[in-house]
């Protein structure tokens, strides 16, 4: 008897200090940044919202939150599947807009296929939808051209549930919480024009969802923007030497003294020999305003070329969720092109069959650092972090009538992190529990439906309370905040494109739900569902180094992207 109530005793005294230690030490490991002063308040206030007594000290003090909430939570209803309660009615007129041949019982579109091709390779085929533009004004500066030519191609999933997005749509369906009563009420400001105004008011701003989010509302989904089929006109390529590094001590670092992947305007690149501009590039541009007796005739600003349609763009790759390129020029011929996709869904991944990191509102993106109109290296956009490498490292796609070859860059299922390869990508949690998932689905062609701007990023820094950076928490609002915003200009190709909404320093989604809030749960630090994400604004634009945070190293190769991790 003794003996059992030894064992007993050393058995319960083992598993308390086994929680103890993993109550500690997993939220540490699962959130590499660790809380601040302001955000253990507000997480205390969280845990005091459960109105259960039991729930709040097993969520305090063993790191399991709502657990009575935990359900599995589908990408779809159950209407979209198949057998009784199914809305076929529904599914047959949405498949009659996007072409889709059937659904599976997941909800997710099968698209019919075409001879000698795959299910992915076949999205839906439609008319050209391509974005109409106002007319041009001689005053905005265009899109270079060599942007538009190494424009990424972007392979979505092809069990994707919640496609491109356009912030337009998206805020429509989007209000203010009530904080006393917990209602959601529309205001006229919610409005890509006038976003901006919402940093006047007290604390940070959440654009709150005006409908349940688990009631999978259409536009969190948008169908609609499923790509348009792409038609391969070249063999995919791969113009770099994966097995062989840069040469030298520091494969970071280029061999040939040009420090273009470290530059900003006040501190330019190190060049052995004075550039030759490539034509188009930003700093030909102006030299360009200085001659007097050019020869070739200025083209029309945002007008028709003058070969006619030769140089249309193909409708393949098109979706309606338009995407958003914001041009920085960092002087001496250094130019970063951020293309920013926008979803009005993230769907997080699941542990064990538990799905954590939900969020309304998803923004990704992708840069591009070209110095002098050649490309050098892509920056692509990962959860809290992301991963650079070098142009020469990245999968190409051949284009016909002797442009060059475009990069084709992969969006993970669900959470929309941007990945170089296809594959399983398993982060944070060893033995893959927790993994992105990425294939060869739809090809996305952003170039051919976008905003596009011209971002000054020394002017934008004085526009904010404090300067965006990968580490700032949410900024807050100004004390006096400014009358104008005058950072952020459209480019000619939109001249008269909105950009009030750049400057909104709120969250674009739901503010974190509450213990209370039967949707949620909590469990080792990670939840069910989390905060909307900031804006493009604050995504650190005027950074030096191609990457985002200082974690992130230039990679030469996509086997050290694989064994390389941006946390």
Known sequence: ????????????????????????????????TPPDAEERKRDSQWVNSSPYWFDRQVCRYLGLCGIQHIRWDAPTLPGWGRGPGSDLDMKEEIAKVLGVGD???????VFVNKPGTEAWEHAPGHVD?????????????????????????????????????DMAEHVKHMGLLDEEDGSVNRTDEIDLGSLARLNAKNGTVF????????????????????????????????????????????????????????ADKQHPPNRIVAPRYRKGGPSWRR???????????????????????????????????????ILVDKGAGILDAFWFFFYSYNLGQTVLGIRFGNHVGDWEHCMVRFDNGLPKAMFLSEHAGGKAYAWPA??????????????????????????????????????????????????????????????????????????????????????????????????????????????????????????????????????????????PKFKYLERRKVCQTDKCTMLWSIEDGEKSSWY
Do not use: C
């Open 394 to 535: 990245l999968e190409k796609k051949a284009q016909p009538n002797g442009k060059p070859p475009r990069p084709v860059i992969y969006s993970a299922v669900g959470s929309h992190a941007m990945y170089a390869t296809p594959g399983l990508h398993p982060y944070v949690l060893p033995f893959q529990l927790l993994k992105d998932v990425t294939d060869r689905g739809p090809l996305w062609d952003p170039a051919l439906n976008h905003y596009s701007y011209w971002y000054d990023y020394e002017a934008g820094l004085n526009e904010t309370e404090s300067p965006s950076s990968p580490q700032s928490p949410y900024l807050g609002n100004p004390s006096d905040p400014p009358k104008e915003y005058n950072s952020l200009v459209p480019a000619a190709d939109n001249p008269k494109a909105p950009t009030s909404w750049f400057h909104f320093e709120g969250a674009w989604g739901d503010d974190v739900y509450s213990l209370a809030d039967y949707r949620q749960w909590r469990l080792f630090g990670e939840y069910h569902y989390i905060v909307g994400p900031l804006g």
């Open 1 to 32: 008897m003794v003996y059992t109530l030894r064992r007993a005793t050393l058995f319960v005294t083992a598993l308390t200090i086994f929680s103890v230690l993993v109550v500690t030490f997993l939220p540490r490991y699962l959130n590499p």
């Open 207 to 262: 654009l709150t969802s005006m409908d349940d989010v688990e009631s999978r509302p259409e536009w969190l989904h948008n169908r609609a923007g499923i790509p348009v089929e792409y038609q391969d006109d070249g063999d995919d390529e791969h113009d770099g030497n994966p097995d062989k590094r840069i040469p030298g001590n520091n494969p970071t670092v280029p061999t040939d003294g040009n420090t273009w992947w470290d």
């Open 103 to 109: 659904w599976n019982e997941d909800g997710a579109a």
């Open 129 to 165: 939808l391509k974005r109409k533009r106002s007319e041009s004004s001689d005053t905005l500066q265009k899109v270079p051209q060599y942007v538009l030519d190494y424009a990424p191609l972007v392979h979505l999933y092809s069990g994707e549930h919640f496609w491109p997005s």
């Open 287 to 325: 030299e360009k305003r200085f001659m007097q007796g050019d020869d070739e005739p200025q083209r029309p600003i945002g007008g028709i070329p003058s070969d006619g349609d030769k140089n249309k763009p193909n409708p393949s790759g098109y979706s309606n969720g338009p995407a958003v390129l």
